[in-house]
């Protein structure tokens, strides 16, 4: 639905992206995709502690050095970008907060953040670990992460640190952000 190989394949055809490998992993730990492998799965419940932030240790202790060990990647916080949208925006955040200086060009869509007692000090390590790009993009008509978007983009500027906020039409929807990875890929590594 998302339409990302396509949207990615043109931008770069035209000059606009510079070429990259885009990997998507499945974010949902309840929802098994393409078990083709017939892998053992367990149940996780995301609300035990155990499973705090499992996806987002995974994504930088697993699938980061996987792919930096099978590809010909830039292996840096220059040749990284992080992009997700709704809970994958959520994902963006975390993973972020939780390893700053992993990567340069942080996206989160459609989700925004939460208010908490550590938030500035959590921001404040992206901002002293060094970023290129900080893009949120949320639909107005968002009714699950408009406000969230907002006050992401309001502790941001609190906090000094440069960021576009890109306020489309419309509300949580594949048409946005079909949009918004048309939008930002074009800014990626450069």
């Not at 055809?13 to 799965?41: C, D, F, H, R, Y």
């Not at 050095?65 to 099978?70: A, G, L, S, T, V």
Request: include cysteine; proline fraction near 4%; aromatic fraction near 10%.
């Amino acid at each position: 639905m998302g339409r990302a190989a396509q949207i990615l394949d043109n931008l770069i055809e035209k000059g606009l992206a510079k070429p990259m490998i885009v990997v998507m992993p499945n974010g949902n730990p309840n929802q098994q995709a393409a078990n083709i492998l017939g892998l053992s799965t367990i149940t996780m419940d995301r609300q035990d502690p155990k499973w705090q932030n499992a996806y987002v240790n995974s994504l930088v202790k697993d699938i980061i050095p996987f792919i930096d060990k099978e590809y010909r990647t830039i292996a840096k916080a220059s040749g990284r970008a992080i992009a997700g949208l709704s809970m994958g925006g959520g994902h963006t955040t975390s993973a972020t907060i939780l390893y700053p200086g992993v990567f340069d060009y942080i996206c989160p869509l459609s989700c925004g953040i939460r208010e908490s007692d550590h938030l500035d000090a959590d921001l404040q390590g992206i901002k002293k670990a060094g970023y290129k790009l900080y893009w949120i993009g949320v639909g107005k008509e968002d009714s699950m992460a408009y406000q969230r978007s907002l006050f992401l983009d309001e502790v941001l500027t609190k906090n000094g640190m440069p960021h576009t906020l890109y306020v489309s039409e419309d509300a949580h929807v594949w048409k946005n952000w079909r949009l918004y990875l048309n939008t930002f890929a074009q800014l990626l590594f450069k």
